[in-house]
């Protein structure tokens, strides 16, 4: 079985800096790894995926994530945090098959501070 | 634009009373999908459907039925059985990618509350 979990059910930033969600996972199969940021009051809007290759993976609005095995791990970065990126981030695993075993972890809200 | 609309964004349930949300989409998807999201609780699964006139129940089916008679389409009924429905149901679908995955695309989702 799947499963995904993030450190920090609320983190909170002041504009400008770091930008640190943690997201690690348990797969008997080689994952395939998402982040998904939802607005209040909105659907979910895909970020970034990580299928296979490079490890480094980048996405829309300047935020990236490292797939790391060892770890078992896909945490999710931006260098810089922006009063926009106020928002709910969900992690997600997959495997191959029709995705009805796309796994949600609860969620991580991060507020930005100004 | 190619995209997955749910109606309506807001719905009130009596007592007793079954309500249907619609969900339709335009992205020629094969598999459809019913979340419910509760504060601090992620997504959880209701029922999903690889083609039409098939689908499977999820982790939280009891109390929910849905159809798949077109492939555009998968309306979420929230039957009187549903002790609980006060929630944000999100709809979503997904297609094979050329890297073999099925990157899930969501609606905007539709709140739904008890009077």
């Known amino acids: 079985a799947q499963s995904v979990t993030q450190l920090g059910s609320h983190v909170s930033v002041s504009e400008g800096a770091l930008v640190l969600l943690r997201c690690n996972y348990s797969s008997s199969v080689p994952p395939y790894l998402f982040w998904y940021v939802q607005y209040p009051n909105q659907g979910l809007q895909l970020l970034l995926k990580?299928?296979?290759?490079?490890?480094l993976v980048k996405g829309i609005n300047g935020f990236e994530a490292e797939f790391k095995k060892s770890e078992t791990s896909f945490h999710l970065t931006k260098p810089s945090a922006h009063m926009s990126d106020a928002a709910e981030y969900f992690c997600a695993v997959s495997g191959t098959n029709y995705g009805q075993n796309f796994v949600f972890g609860p969620g991580t809200r991060l507020s930005v501070l100004p | 634009d190619g995209g997955i609309t749910q109606s309506p964004k807001y719905l009130f349930r009596k007592e007793g009373q079954n309500v249907t949300l619609s969900c339709e989409q335009n992205l020629n998807h094969d598999a459809m999908y019913w979340y419910r999201q509760d504060p601090g609780q992620g997504l959880r699964l209701i029922y999903y459907s690889q083609i039409v006139n098939d689908f499977q129940k999820g982790d939280i089916a009891e109390g929910y039925s849905v159809s798949r008679e077109k492939k555009e389409s998968f309306p979420l009924t929230v039957t009187s059985a549903q002790k609980n429905p006060t929630a944000f149901y999100l709809c979503?679908?997904?297609?094979?990618?050329?890297?073999?995955?099925?990157?899930?695309?969501f609606g905007d989702g539709t709140r739904l509350s008890i009077l």
């Open positions: 990580y299928t296979t290759g490079a490890t």
């Open positions: 979503a679908s997904s297609i094979e990618d050329s890297q073999f995955v099925y990157t899930q695309h």
